[in-house]
């Protein structure tokens, strides 16, 4: 049990009051003088403790009123866990162009997306959005944004307060507050493959928001100018210079995949993925079949292992079968940065509910190097740690506790409390 204003307990020393008119009430006995008790003595027993019983009954019921009225200014609640996220994004109104669907449309699948307005309703994706501006009360609502049932948030806004720029509300859970400025587009060219007499041109696309790769195709003989003597990379045009870009050749993605019979079901389900992730990268896919004991080619660019035994001897990324019903991902980091486990049994639903094919795909091009190799090119102003959930330390965790209101029951206590006692001071006449 938690109360809403807990200062009011020091009430409770009221009561001392009733148990202090009790005690001095107490009279002195008064002897009388009489010829024989023998008669009276079994009679003034019973009255006797009667009567004790009856005042101290009463003493209680009042004890009891006082403590009732205490709790009941105290707003007692009943405790206990809520259902929250782990993160919480927030958009004001007049983003949602800025922002961009592509964006949006990520976020909400991480985590809900809330509109930055009275209510934080749910960012609907093809929902229409109240685009009348209104300025935005920061602090109003600083204590809603406390109680919202997640552990980390994070707003993107204008950073306006009352019309003007001015410093964001903070409470006690993580809060992240992403200021979005003047909008800022660059797009750098980032490599080129050529597939026979096209080339696929890629190009990073980066903007204040977000960052996306996108993909050109045009003909070879207009790129092929560019071609550096040494044929493995091009000098293309960017910003008024020029940009060496590496040319990529049509390299078949290999895959070396060994699976027993106990795991026929996710040797065809990562087949799937694999060959739905060349198709992507309009690469040429070839999955190498093995067994125990076979050597593992060095050109191979993962390496997949669903079975008992122990893999073999590899230098390259590898994917083995490693149970784990805690793990929060279907892909988790092994003991090493190369080794990788497949943490759950595949069907259909968790193949997809997980992203198989997005989750394989990291395996073979690294995020962390990519992120490296971008950094210099980034324009977003939204580290990619501001959109992940920070729980606090465990030192500085703070329980997250629904409260249920307890006022109801607490008045029909007192009114049941309160009848009982004027029944029992009627009877004694007190």
């Known amino acids: 049990m938690a109360f809403t204003h807990p200062l009011y307990l ?4 009221g009561l001392l009051v009733p148990l202090a008119i009790h005690l001095w009430s107490k009279k002195e006995a008064k002897t009388i003088k009489v010829g024989s008790i023998a008669l009276l003595k079994e009679s003034t027993s019973k009255k006797s403790r009667s009567l004790q019983w009856n005042e101290w009954a009463l003493l209680a019921l009042r004890m009891l009123l006082v403590t009732g009225l205490v709790l009941l200014m105290a707003g007692p ?5 809520k259902n929250q996220d782990k993160v919480a994004y927030f958009v004001e109104p007049s983003l949602n162009a800025q922002l961009g669907q592509a964006l ?8 809900p997306v809330h509109l930055l307005q009275q209510g934080f309703p749910l960012w609907q994706p093809n929902g229409a959005v109240d685009m009348v501006f209104q300025t935005p009360h920061y602090w109003q609502w600083a204590k809603a944004l406390e109680e919202f049932p997640a552990d980390s948030l994070v707003l993107f806004t204008q950073g306006l307060q009352q019309g003007i720029r001015g410093k964001r509300p903070q409470v006690a859970k993580p809060m992240h507050w992403v200021v979005l400025e003047g909008e800022v587009e660059q797009t750098v060219p980032w490599q080129v493959q050529r597939n026979g007499d096209m080339a696929r041109i ?10 996306e790769f996108i993909v050109e195709e045009r003909p ?9 003597p040494s044929g493995d990379s091009l000098m293309l045009p960017w910003q008024g210079g020029q940009r060496s870009v590496p040319l990529v050749g049509d390299t078949p ?27 992507f990268w309009q690469r040429e896919l070839l999955i190498i079949p093995m067994a125990e004991g076979d050597s593992v080619e060095s050109d191979v660019d993962l390496l997949v292992w669903l079975a008992q035994a122990p893999s073999p001897t590899f230098q390259g990324p590898r994917l083995v079968f490693k149970e784990d019903a805690l793990a929060d991902d279907l892909i988790a980091a092994g003991p090493s940065p190369r080794v990788f486990h497949l943490t759950a049994r595949l ?3 968790r193949a997809t509910q997980a992203r198989l094919p997005e989750q394989l795909a990291r395996l073979v091009y690294p995020t962390d190097q990519l992120h490296a190799q971008i950094a210099e090119y980034d324009q977003r102003n939204v580290p990619l740690e501001t959109l992940r959930p920070r729980p606090k330390a465990p030192q500085e965790k703070v329980r997250q506790q629904a409260g249920q209101a307890l006022s109801l029951w607490v008045w029909g206590a007192l009114v049941v409390l309160f009848l009982a006692e004027r029944t029992l001071a009627h009877i004694r006449k007190q």
């Open 10 to 13: 020091w009430g409770l020393l």
């Open 77 to 81: 609640q009943m405790l206990g866990r």
């Open 104 to 111: 949006l449309d990520s976020l909400a699948q991480e985590a």
């Open 202 to 211: 890629t190009q990073f696309r980066s903007t204040s928001a977000m960052g």
């Open 220 to 228: 070879w003989k207009e790129v092929e100018p560019y071609l550096n």
């Open 253 to 279: 993605l290999k895959i070396g995949l060994y699976a027993n019979t106990d795991f026929e079901n996710e040797q065809k389900y990562i087949k799937s993925a694999f060959t739905a992730l060349a198709k």
């Open 347 to 349: 069907d259909a639903e």
